[in-house]
């Protein structure tokens, strides 16, 4: 089978532009009748990228299959066969995969790459040193912090003294039209 795009189709003039498989006779009396070009074929490597962009193009306004990679500091309660409530606090890591693994103590989580501020988070749960209202709380008070550092780094990247070209060209070693 050979591939050919029609140029001037016989019949039906709609089809002309269009791409058809044919036996390689028919092709070669159309081609050499000017009613058709022959597409060369592509390789294996030309075929699997071009369905692969195809499949890019379908998917990429869809959400992901699974959520990305995190940590997440999960409250569970649990009832015992007494009919206790007891409440559980755990690390669940996801991986891109789906694939979801609890963690009991932090020990185990460090070992798996879970953040330290969380684990700090998930100890002074465990021990009972601190309510959701405190935990949140210390989140807050994390992310201003973080923001005020954000802020210092900026003003410091902005003032001359930190510039090393500046500093140079006061010593005189660069000439000052240099410093940007």
Request: glycine letters at 8%; a positive charge; proline letters at 6%.
């Amino acid at each position: 089978m050979t591939e050919i795009l029609w140029i001037k189709h016989p019949v039906d003039s709609r089809l002309n532009g269009t791409r058809q498989h044919v036996s390689k006779g028919t092709a070669q009396n159309r081609i050499e009748g000017g009613e058709a070009v022959l597409v060369p074929c592509k390789t294996f490597q030309e075929r699997l990228a071009a369905h692969q962009r195809e499949l890019d193009e379908q998917n990429k306004n869809k959400p992901p299959l699974y959520p990305p990679r995190g940590w997440v500091l999960a409250r569970t309660t649990l009832t015992s066969p007494a009919g206790d409530l007891q409440e559980r606090v755990s690390l669940v890591s996801h991986d891109g995969f789906g694939t979801r693994m609890v963690h009991g103590s932090s020990a185990s989580a460090r070992a798996a790459g879970c953040p330290e501020a969380l684990c700090v988070e998930f100890d002074a749960l465990r021990a009972g040193e601190m309510t959701p209202q405190q935990l949140e709380a210390m989140r807050e008070a994390a992310a201003e912090r973080a923001q005020r550092q954000r802020q210092q780094m900026e003003a410091d990247a902005k003032n001359p003294i930190n510039n090393p070209r500046a500093v140079l060209a006061r010593m005189g070693y660069v000439t000052g039209d240099e410093v940007k």
